[in-house]
């Protein structure tokens, strides 16, 4: 394949757009990713908001012929893909191809959960233990699962609950497979791998491509390249997948699959009351690395439990029976404590290269064991066997050594954006504020958020790094401003989202999970208000061991990329369009004073900067008076 051919081919697409426009980013994309596939060698292209960075890979990945895996950073993306952009290339590209989606097993109904349910007896016993709701809801699930043809819960027109979801659903650690399943052949989770099979494009997310790296490969179907779609997730992702997690949240759900087929109070019940001593040998460690060997209440925990599991697969062992819906019942209830057991036996063995710690919440916790490096895993298992594209509107800089990446044999490059940010965004620095840390800072702070805020008229899209400094600059702000104010604490983000774009005056208050993932155009978000520079905690207890395997070198290498690609996703969520114009105002004088300041502004958007709220003002009047 020819640069040229990708970019006619690319042409050609892009004219049967409904509103076509000349993306020369989007263009040099497309012939990066065309040169890439030709050559072999792997890219990392940093592709703006507003690129149309999808057809950039898109389009000269299938004129190459090359079988090709999309993996997205959120299953939202995934369906993106499969509503959107693939049926428009479909239509329009000229070259015939097949594409399929896949996703974990969990997202697709369970036909035999489904019909064990529906059965007399067991079944029956199963659904008078649910609410009411619950067995309306699987009610509904079962008529629709009669008229659907992909299974896959992402096509309802209505939300179900997590009960009745878990209720005709299984993941990948309790079905047997399709070989041992009365209902393999028509399941809906093996008819999106048999259509993967025989793809040329498969879309999956970042968390099941993981997962087939840490398998060896056996998930997904072989391919020629990859594309890793919001690139900048991957080594957090890689972490988490390739790695163990164990969470007391999963002996309780092995303790409902086993009691399903086991009708023995004490083995079930042991298996129950393992989880709540998971519970309470880990939730004084919450936030905490831990040492190897693990503690000894810790130790003590695990090898309790696993012997409770052990005795559970030997009474399940000795279970007889000719009912096939009770065998199937029997087999995942195995699969389960199998499951387990190994997750269990890795989490004692040795660490090397590994960290364990406990994270999540003291009533919540969860045990994990990562590597502390991702990137001999992803070498062996993805570098040396295809073609790699990485995009993503922000790319760490420091994302190709922590990926492991020979820097010989990748190329970087970034496409731009076609917005006018020089012309259409301000970028405002506080310089007059206190340093972060200074006890003196609140009060001015939230002076200034409500001087932004009144200035904007609303509009107003403001981002903190803690829940705390979030709820005190609400409960601040709103006796200074007369625009309503929403918080995340207030509805789910969806919801969320829809009330601040549905009126103009109202401002959103956020955290972290906002940063990314919002896309709300025109006048209704123009100022995003950053209240500091957004580094990772010091005491994360993955970061801080790879900060120490780093030594001096830590702080450029993990810190300020990841505070620079947050920021950059935080400043991303002001211009959407090309007619969107605001400001992004940074309450950190660290921006403008700091040694590592450039390095935090060029990961930017190239906007106009300014040190004075003045100019931030008068532009956002002018927005609210055009």
Not at 214 to 231: K, M, R
Not at 530 to 545: E, G, Q
Request: charged residues 25%.
């Amino acid at each position: 394949m020819s640069v040229d051919q990708a970019r006619r081919a690319l042409e050609r697409v892009t004219r049967a757009l409904t509103a076509s426009e000349d993306r020369p980013g989007q263009a040099q994309m497309a012939e990066a990713v065309a040169r890439s596939i030709d050559t072999g060698r792997h890219l990392i292209c940093a592709a703006g908001t507003g690129t149309g960075k999808t057809l950039g890979y898109l389009v000269p990945a299938l004129v190459a012929g090359k079988r090709t895996v999309v993996a997205t950073a959120t299953k939202a993306l995934q369906d993106q893909l499969a509503s959107k952009d693939l049926p428009f290339l479909e239509q329009h590209l000229g070259v015939p191809f097949e594409w399929a989606v896949l996703k974990g097993r969990s997202n697709y109904v369970c036909l035999q959960r489904l019909r064990e349910l529906a059965q007399a007896g067991d079944g029956q016993l199963e659904l008078e233990e649910m609410a009411g709701t619950t067995r309306v809801e699987i009610k509904r699930l079962a008529e629709w699962a009669g008229t659907t043809r992909s299974g896959d819960l992402a096509d309802l027109d209505w939300s179900p609950t997590d009960a009745a979801v878990r209720a005709v659903t299984v993941g990948s650690d309790e079905c047997p497979g399709a070989t041992r399943c009365p209902l393999g052949q028509p399941c809906f989770a093996e008819g999106a791998r048999a259509r993967a099979q025989t793809a040329d494009v498969v879309v999956v997310n970042l968390h099941l491509y993981g997962l087939d790296v840490a398998a060896g490969g056996v998930i997904l179907p072989e391919h020629d390249v990859v594309v890793f779609d919001e690139a900048h997730q991957l080594e957090d992702i890689m972490s988490d997948t390739v790695g163990v997690q164990l969470a007391p949240g999963r002996l309780t759900t092995v303790a409902g699959t086993v009691r399903r087929i086991l009708d023995d109070p004490a083995i079930v019940g042991g298996i129950a009351e393992g989880a709540q001593l998971l519970r309470d040998v880990l939730g004084p460690h919450t936030g905490n690395r831990l040492p190897h060997p693990l503690p000894d209440s810790v130790q003590g925990a695990l090898v309790t439990v696993r012997q409770r599991l052990d005795a559970a697969l030997a009474a399940l062992r000795r279970v007889d029976t000719d009912v096939e819906d009770a065998k199937q019942r029997r087999l995942r209830a195995q699969q389960m404590a199998t499951r387990t057991i190994e997750a269990i036996d890795t989490a004692i063995g040795a660490h090397e290269g590994y960290v364990a710690f406990v994270s999540g919440a003291p009533q919540t916790p969860r045990l994990e064991i990562a590597p502390l490096d991702v990137g001999p895993v992803l070498a062996e298992g993805v570098w040396a066997n295809r073609t790699a594209i990485l995009t993503s509107a922000t790319i760490p800089s420091s994302l190709a050594a922590r990926v492991g990446f020979d820097a010989t044999a990748v190329d970087q490059v970034d496409v731009g954006s076609p917005f006018d940010y020089e012309h259409h965004g301000l970028l405002y620095c506080a310089m007059h504020l206190p340093d972060p840390r200074s006890p003196k800072r609140a009060d001015e702070v939230h002076d200034e958020i409500a001087e932004l805020i009144t200035a904007a008229g609303g509009r107003t899209l403001a981002l903190f790094t803690s829940w705390k400094a979030m709820d005190e600059a609400a409960a601040a702000v709103r006796l200074k401003v007369v625009q309503p104010i929403i918080t995340q604490r207030d509805l789910p983000k969806n919801a969320l989202v829809k009330a601040f774009a549905d009126d103009e005056a109202t401002c959103l208050f956020a955290t972290a999970g906002f940063f990314q993932g919002v896309d709300i155009p025109g006048r209704t978000l123009s100022l995003v208000i950053v209240d500091r520079i957004p580094f990772p905690r010091p005491d994360d207890p993955l970061l801080s061991a790879r900060r120490e395997l780093l030594g001096p070198a830590a702080f450029a290498e993990i810190d300020i990329p990841r505070a620079s690609m947050l920021l950059a996703q935080a400043t991303g969520r002001l211009i959407r369009t090309g007619t969107d114009r605001g400001v992004v105002a940074v309450l950190d004088p660290r921006l403008g004073t700091a040694n590592y300041r450039w390095d935090i502004v060029r990961a930017l958007p190239p906007m106009t900067r300014t040190r004075h709220r003045a100019e931030a003002e008068a532009f956002l009047r002018e927005i609210t008076a055009s």
